[in-house]
């Protein structure tokens, strides 16, 4: 009868074990990791108009409700359509742009989850909208490079960002003032 108990309780810690184990496991595989994203594609980069931050050293939390948690690319642009016009205080729907003192506010903002792209023999990013400012942009998927200059390219539009390291004349001929 001794045996038989100390057989059943061999049993039940070896069971224990074995899901304390389990347990620790799930803990840490639902724990973040920090961005895979290289380098030479991290920081802020503009254009006339708009400008893209790419924050590689962020560990993204995809289930968090927080989407600026969720994300680590962010978009930022002039809409180019005024909340209200000038002269004529016609209101136009967002997403639009708006003065607050002698600032322009832009009207366009976006929050993008990206990562490196899924085939290895590309060195590129891809990147999905979560949400933003124009919602039938949730779900799409852009795909970043970055060419010599550096110059970082967006298909599938072909928009350019410069960073401040930029080539001067690259900068002028693709970024604008």
């Given at each position: 009868?001794?045996?038989?108990?100390?057989?059943?309780?061999?049993?039940?810690?070896?069971v224990a074990s074995t899901l304390l184990s389990l347990s620790l496991v799930s803990d840490v595989s639902a724990q973040p990791s920090p961005s895979p994203i290289a380098d030479e594609f991290c920081g802020t980069w503009g254009n006339h108009g708009s400008q893209i931050q790419i924050d590689c050293d962020k560990v993204v939390q995809p289930d968090s409700p927080d989407t600026a948690l969720a994300t680590n690319m962010t978009i930022e642009g002039r809409t180019y359509v005024w909340c209200t016009e000038p002269g004529t205080n016609k209101h136009n729907p967002p997403p639009c742009d708006r003065i607050e003192g002698n600032n322009i506010i832009n009207g366009y903002?976006?929050?993008?989850?990206?990562?490196?792209?899924?085939?290895?023999?590309?060195?590129?990013?891809?990147?999905?909208?979560?949400?933003?400012?124009?919602?039938?942009?949730?779900?799409?998927?852009?795909?970043?490079?970055?060419?010599?200059?550096?110059?970082?390219?967006?298909?599938p539009d072909g928009a350019r960002y410069c960073r401040p390291d930029t080539d001067p004349t690259t900068r002028q001929m693709w970024c604008g003032a």
């Open positions: 009868m001794t045996r038989y108990v100390a057989s059943r309780a061999f049993v039940l810690i070896g903002q976006a929050w993008l989850d990206a990562e490196p792209s899924a085939d290895p023999s590309v060195d590129a990013v891809t990147a999905t909208f979560i949400t933003g400012t124009n919602e039938d942009q949730v779900g799409t998927t852009l795909t970043l490079t970055v060419e010599a200059g550096p110059l970082l390219v967006i298909e």
